[in-house]
C-alpha cells in the first residue's frame, strides 16, 4: 500500500460534497471501480490508494468538472461519470463541460421532463441534422441515432416546418415477407417498429400518438410501401438501415421531395441480410461521402445511453469477433 494522495475539493458546504460523490458515496465507488483504486473521504478531501500520475490526474480531472456542474445546478448521473471518464484522453476538461453546460433542450417528454443530447456525438448529430437534408447516423444499439430523430421530428411537426412525419424500416429483418403472418397490414408489421411506437408515445402520449398516425400525420411503414412515391413536406426516418439491400436503399433516398429531410439510421455491424448480400446501408456510406447538404455520422460505443453494462458486452464481443 503507497501513501493515500490527498486532492482537495475546497467545497463550501456539506450539500455540495453530498452532490459530487452521489447518495451513500455512489460515484465514489463508481469512480473506485473505474480506476481499481480504492477512494476515501476526508474533510473536504478524496484520498486515492496509488501513485498512478494518469489515474490521479483524470480522477482531478473528473472532481473539477463535477464540481463546476454542481456550482452551476447542472444535474448529472453515474452514466454521465462513466461517459466523462471515457471522454477524458480524447477532450479537454472545457469541451466535456460545454456538453453539460450548455446544453439545449431538444424536446419536454409527455410527462414533462426535458431532454438534451446526452453525449458529444449525439449533440452533433442534432446539428447536423438542424443543417442537412439527409443524415446518416451510424453505429452501435443504444447510441439514440433513432430516438434523438424521432425527438426531432415531432419538433419539427409542431413547429409547422412538416406536414407529416413518416417511419420506416426493414419488416421481418430485410426480406419484408408479411404474407405469411396473420392480420392486417400494420398487426403484420407492428412488432418490428414496435421501437419507433415507444418513442412517440413517450413524447406524444399514446391518445395524441394514435389520432396523429389515425390523421396520416404520423405514418409508420415497411420501406416496401414507398415505392412510387415523393415525399414533400416529410421528414422521414429510416430506421435499421443495415437490413436494406442496394435497391431498397436506392428505393428510398430516391423518394425525398422538397422542403423535406430524411434522416437514415442504423448498426452496420448487426446486418440480418444474407452473407453474400451488401447492405444498401454501407453502399450509401461509402459511396455518399462529401456531398454537400448530407452528413454521415458515426457513433461509437462510448455513445451508448443504455446500462453501462451494454459497453462492456459490445467491447467483449468486438474482441471476440
Same mark, same amino acid.
Given at each position: 500500500?503507497? =501513501?493515500?494522495?490527498?486532492? =482537495?475539493? @475546497? #467545497? /463550501?458546504?456539506?450539500?455540495?460534497?453530498?452532490?459530487?460523490?452521489?447518495?451513500? =458515496?455512489?460515484?465514489?465507488?463508481?469512480?473506485?471501480? #473505474?480506476?481499481?483504486?480504492?477512494?476515501?473521504?476526508?474533510? @473536504?478531501?478524496?484520498?486515492?490508494?496509488?501513485? @498512478?500520475?494518469?489515474?490521479?490526474?483524470?480522477?482531478?480531472?473528473?472532481?473539477?468538472?463535477?464540481?463546476?456542474?454542481?456550482?452551476? *445546478?447542472?444535474?448529472? *448521473?453515474?452514466?454521465?461519470?462513466?461517459?466523462?471518464?471515457?471522454?477524458?484522453?480524447?477532450?479537454?476538461?472545457?469541451?466535456?463541460?460545454?456538453?453539460?453546460?450548455?446544453?439545449?433542450?431538444?424536446?419536454?417528454?409527455?410527462? $414533462?421532463?426535458?431532454?438534451? &443530447?446526452? /453525449?458529444?456525438?449525439?449533440? !452533433?448529430?442534432?446539428?447536423?441534422?438542424?443543417?442537412?437534408?439527409?443524415?446518416?447516423?451510424?453505429?452501435?444499439?443504444?447510441?439514440? !441515432?433513432?430516438?434523438?430523430?424521432?425527438?426531432?421530428?415531432?419538433?419539427?411537426?409542431?413547429?409547422?416546418?412538416? !406536414?407529416?412525419?413518416?417511419?420506416?424500416?426493414?419488416?421481418?429483418?430485410?426480406?419484408?415477407?408479411?404474407?405469411?403472418?396473420? $392480420?392486417?397490414?400494420?398487426?403484420?408489421?407492428?412488432?418490428?417498429?414496435?421501437?419507433?411506437?415507444?418513442?412517440?408515445?413517450?413524447?406524444?402520449?399514446?391518445? %395524441?400518438?394514435?389520432?396523429?398516425?389515425?390523421?396520416?400525420?404520423?405514418?409508420?411503414?415497411?420501406?416496401?410501401?414507398?415505392?412510387?412515391?415523393?415525399?414533400? *413536406? &416529410?421528414?422521414?426516418?429510416?430506421?435499421?438501415?443495415?437490413?436494406?439491400?442496394?435497391?431498397?436503399?436506392?428505393?428510398?433516398?430516391?423518394?425525398?421531395?422538397? *422542403?423535406?429531410?430524411?434522416?437514415?439510421?442504423? =448498426?452496420?455491424?448487426?446486418?440480418? #441480410?444474407?452473407?453474400?448480400?451488401?447492405? $444498401?446501408?454501407?453502399?450509401?456510406? !461509402?459511396?455518399?461521402?462529401?456531398?454537400?447538404?448530407?452528413?454521415?455520422?458515426?457513433?461509437?460505443?462510448?455513445?451508448?445511453?443504455?446500462?453501462? #453494462?451494454? %459497453?462492456?458486452?459490445?467491447?467483449?464481443?468486438?474482441? @471476440?469477433?
Amino acid at each position: 500500500m503507497v =501513501d493515500l494522495i490527498t486532492l =482537495d475539493l @475546497n #467545497l /463550501t458546504s456539506v450539500s455540495e460534497m453530498i452532490q459530487i460523490l452521489g447518495t451513500n =458515496d455512489k460515484y465514489l465507488k463508481l469512480l473506485s471501480n #473505474l480506476y481499481h483504486v480504492d477512494l476515501y473521504t476526508g474533510t @473536504n478531501q478524496i484520498m486515492v490508494d496509488t501513485d @498512478n500520475k494518469i489515474v490521479l490526474e483524470e480522477l482531478e480531472r473528473i472532481f473539477t468538472l463535477l464540481k463546476l456542474f454542481v456550482k452551476r *445546478n447542472v444535474f448529472f *448521473n453515474e452514466r454521465d461519470i462513466i461517459y466523462i471518464h471515457n471522454l477524458l484522453k480524447q477532450e479537454s476538461n472545457d469541451e466535456i463541460a460545454d456538453l453539460f453546460i450548455n446544453r439545449k433542450e431538444i424536446i419536454k417528454t409527455y410527462a $414533462g421532463k426535458p431532454i438534451y &443530447a446526452k /453525449t458529444i456525438n449525439q449533440k !452533433k448529430y442534432l446539428d447536423a441534422i438542424d443543417k442537412n437534408t439527409l443524415v446518416f447516423g451510424i453505429g452501435p444499439a443504444g447510441t439514440g !441515432k433513432t430516438y434523438l430523430a424521432v425527438l426531432v421530428g415531432i419538433k419539427k411537426l409542431r413547429e409547422g416546418s412538416v !406536414k407529416q412525419i413518416i417511419l420506416t424500416r426493414p419488416a421481418v429483418e430485410a426480406g419484408e415477407n408479411l404474407g405469411f403472418l396473420p $392480420g392486417d397490414l400494420m398487426e403484420k408489421v407492428d412488432p418490428y417498429i414496435r421501437p419507433l411506437y415507444d418513442a412517440l408515445y413517450e413524447i406524444l402520449g399514446v391518445k %395524441q400518438t394514435d389520432e396523429l398516425i389515425a390523421k396520416g400525420t404520423i405514418e409508420i411503414a415497411p420501406i416496401a410501401y414507398m415505392r412510387g412515391r415523393t415525399l414533400e *413536406n &416529410a421528414y422521414v426516418i429510416l430506421d435499421e438501415a443495415q437490413n436494406t439491400t442496394i435497391n431498397q436503399m436506392k428505393l428510398f433516398l430516391t423518394r425525398l421531395g422538397f *422542403n423535406s429531410k430524411m434522416i437514415v439510421t442504423g =448498426d452496420i455491424t448487426q446486418s440480418d #441480410l444474407p452473407k453474400n448480400a451488401e447492405s $444498401g446501408l454501407v453502399k450509401a456510406s !461509402k459511396i455518399l461521402t462529401q456531398i454537400n447538404d448530407v452528413s454521415i455520422l458515426y457513433f461509437e460505443n462510448s455513445d451508448v445511453v443504455r446500462h453501462p #453494462l451494454v %459497453q462492456t458486452i459490445l467491447k467483449r464481443f468486438e474482441e @471476440n469477433a
